[in-house]
Structure formats: C-alpha cells, structure tokens
C-alpha cells in the first residue's frame, strides 16, 4: 500500500464514521407518514374550514361495493371505509360510514354494512350496525350535535344508530373520505355529496374544504360544484 | 504543487476536522439517547393504536387555530383566564399558546401545550405528535350558557366506564386514569365558572395532571 493510499484511508474513516451514525441524530417523536394511529390506512378525507366551532357534518354517500378478500386478507384485517368523522379538541372523533372486511375482529366480507367508530376516553370502538346497503343506494351520514348538550348522535340516513355522551358541543374539525388498509382493498370510485355542516344553529353546505391526506392508492377529488360533490376511491383512476 | 509533507500535513488537519466534527455528532446523538431515557414514553401512543382503525388526526393549526407568544397575548385574544401551571413536572415547559377562529370570531377554545424542553414542538404536527412527545394539552373550553354541569357530570360518570370523580384544589372534577407504559391516556376535566378546563396526557397519569391543574 503506498503512502497516498493510507492518507485516503485515513481520510475515509472518519467520513464513513459520520455517515453511519448521521441518520440517528434526528429521532421521530410521532408517528411517521401513516398519521395519528401508525396504521397505515390509505387514506384520503377533504377537511372543513378551520374557522368555525362545528357542531356536526352530513353527506350524501353513494354505496360503493368495496372488495375485500374473503379472509380480510392481510392477515385477516383488510378493511375499507367510506366515512365521515367529527374531531374533538382533546383527540377524540366520531364517525359512521360504509365498511367491508374486518370490524371488531370479525371478518365481514363480499357485503357493506353500516359502521360506527369511536374514541372515547382514549378507548377505540367499532361496531358493524344493522342493515346492509346495497351498492348505488344513497345514504346520507350524519355525526351531531345539533342542540349542543354535548350528547352527539350518529345517524343512518334518518335512523338512529349512536347516541354518545362526549366532553365538547362542538367539533374542532370535520371530514369526510376513504380509508383502506391495504393497497389491495379496492373501494371503486363513489361519490360523497351535499356535504354539510352545522355550524351550532343551522346546516350549511361546505363553502371550503382542504385536501388533508394523500396516501397510498386512496384518492379524493373535488367535482363540479366545488366543495360539496366529492369523489372517492382506492384503485382505479381519479375522476368525478 | 504540494509536497509530500505538505499533503500529509494538509490531510492530517482534514481528518482532524472531520474526526472532530463526527464526534460532536456522536456526542448531540447520544445526548438525544439520555433524554430517550429520560423520556420513557416517546411513542408509546401512536404503538397503542397499531391494531387500531384510527383516521388520521388534522393538524394542530387546524385543530387548534392560530399561535400566540404569550399568555397575555393569548387571555386578550381569548377572553379567557388563561394560567400558566407552576405545578409542572420536572422538564417541563411552556411550548404552545393557540386559539381558533378569525379575530373577528369568538374564541371558545383556547389551548396550552407542555412538553419537555429537549423537544422542539414547533417539529411536530398533530395532537397525536404531541401526545407521543410527553406531551400535556390543557383545554379551555367555554361552555354554552344552557350547559347543565351537574347533569352533565352525572351523565358521564355514570355512562362513561372509565371515568371517575376527582377532586382538583377542592373543585369536583371527572377523571381518566389512563397506563403510560400501555400508551393508555389520562384526562381530568374541571370547571371554572363556564370555562371547562380539560387536561390530557399520555406519558403523565391522572394523578400529575391533577397536580398540574391544580395551579392553573
């Protein structure tokens, strides 16, 4: 080995040694790219305007006929969900939609059925609700608290499904998209409508929205006209 | 041309500087390891929600609306009182003041974070960041003026299974006892007046929180 060649070695070292542990000097405090839960959900929801106090949102959501696999492939938790969501200041939401595939450890598949999540008191619940939708039905969603009592109501079109008792009359924010936890879960394109929200008094159409999340193969766009007509889906190709 | 010596001199003092500046390197990250210790619960929350189906949570800004500098700031802005807790835990700090709405609208929720001075909060994005950082979010929150408290504490203590009554400097409260080490959260809420002060953390139990409020 010649002088000029140990110098290089010599030079290497600490270069190499700065690179092996240069990545470690920035930790990841919080969850990394799949957001609150590290699920990694597909995931796309439009957001209401950030200035209003809102006590509740609705949408129109045409039944999409969400493919899962018969064993809820992977590992038995494939799931897809056509939802909306209210968010609580302290991190709790609520939201009720349209589901296939794993809910609350059972495999639900080759159907949709009506379905209710929640966080309350740090504790995550989910439940499949009576009645399944045929794909192209129309069903309106609603979470609420329309008399601000701080009880909030989940509906199905106009029948009851949730009544819970939470700690706010208001939601800090609001959504409405698809989840999927596999790239492999296909929600074929649908279409969310007549989105509103109530502002504590009255319900208004979204006059805002804002493209939150931008996952994996799920996707949402905003049709004609804008702010309340959305499209949704995992797979296929984006389109009002 | 350099000579021989010259290169060798001249390589000496690049090594030098290289070796030097990855051993500051090395040092600034196995500080970062002590306070990994020191902070026994980085991300204990986001791991409790892996099997979970959670939607993923708006940012703070949308959550909580805009920053203030200072308390003052924040108590002129808000029309509420607004404290600072000089109860804290040892490490922690003051790291964020926000409401929501325009200036035009009224505030209803103002919002002060804490969190430990090695963590740079402005870093971080959602509730569930913050909550993942030892974290402690306290909520002030004005009620209606048709809000029945007393109904309303009976319905959640009675409906609610994990809730529970606590006291905070002799004011009735609801607690939430949650597991740091299971990523399990903790909340104690208390009312002053119409404002509804709501604590919540994951790395801190239920019991600091209510020392933490009890200054507040």
């Known amino acids: 080995m010649t002088f000029t060649k140990k110098l290089r070695l010599i030079l290497m070292m600490p270069i190499l040694f700065s690179f092996a542990i240069l990545p470690n000097v920035h930790p990841a405090y919080g969850a990394e790219n799949c957001d609150s839960g590290g699920k990694c959900l597909g995931t796309q929801e439009l957001d209401s305007t950030v200035s209003f106090d809102q006590s509740g949102i609705k949408a129109l959501v045409d039944i999409p006929n969400i493919t899962t696999s018969s064993t809820c492939a992977p590992n038995g938790n494939g799931f897809g969900v056509v939802s909306t969501w209210a968010f609580f200041a302290n991190g709790e939401w609520i939201g009720i939609g349209v589901a296939s595939g794993q809910i609350d450890g059972i495999c639900y598949d080759s159907e949709e059925h009506y379905y209710l999540e929640y966080m309350q008191d740090f504790d995550v619940n989910e439940f499949k609700l009576s009645g399944s939708p045929s794909p192209g039905e129309d069903i309106y969603f609603q979470v609420s608290d329309t008399n601000n009592d701080d009880t909030w109501q989940a509906y199905v079109d106009t029948s009851q499904a949730a009544s819970l008792i939470m700690d706010f009359d208001y939601a800090s924010e609001t959504s409405t998209g698809v989840e999927a936890t596999d790239n492999n879960i296909s929600v074929p394109k649908t279409s969310i409508t007549n989105v509103q929200e109530h502002d504590g008094t009255d319900w208004d159409y979204w006059t805002y929205n804002d493209r939150e999340y931008d996952q994996q193969e799920g996707w949402i766009v905003q049709c004609t006209p804008n702010y309340k007509n959305i499209a949704v889906g995992v797979g296929g190709t984006e389109s009002c | ?216």
Do not use: C
């Open chain 2, 1 to 216: 041309m350099l000579t021989r010596k010259q290169k060798f001199l001249l390589g000496l003092a690049v090594s030098f500087t290289v070796m030097t500046t990855s051993m500051l390197v090395f040092q600034s990250d196995s500080l970062i390891e002590v306070n990994s210790q020191e902070l026994p619960y980085l991300n204990k929350y986001s791991e409790s929600l892996i099997s979970k189906k959670v939607p993923p949570m708006p940012s703070i800004e949308r959550m909580y609306g805009s920053e203030y500098e200072t308390i003052t700031d924040l108590k002129t802005r808000s029309n509420t009182d607004v404290k600072e807790s000089t109860t804290l835990p040892d490490g922690i700090e003051l790291k964020l003041l926000l409401t929501k709405g325009t200036p035009e609208e009224k505030s209803r929720l103002t919002t002060v974070i804490y969190g430990p001075t090695s963590i740079d909060y402005n870093q971080l994005e959602t509730l569930t960041d913050i909550l993942d950082s030892h974290g402690i979010v306290v909520l002030y929150h004005e009620e209606q003026r048709s809000f029945d408290k007393n109904q309303w504490y009976e319905d959640v203590l009675s409906q609610r299974e994990h809730t529970q009554p606590i006291k905070v400097a002799n004011i009735a409260g609801i607690g939430v006892a949650g597991n740091p080490e299971e990523g399990h959260g903790s909340k104690v809420i208390f009312h002053r007046e119409n404002v509804q002060i709501q604590l919540i953390s994951v790395a801190y139990d239920m019991i600091d929180l209510i020392r933490v409020a009890e200054s507040l």
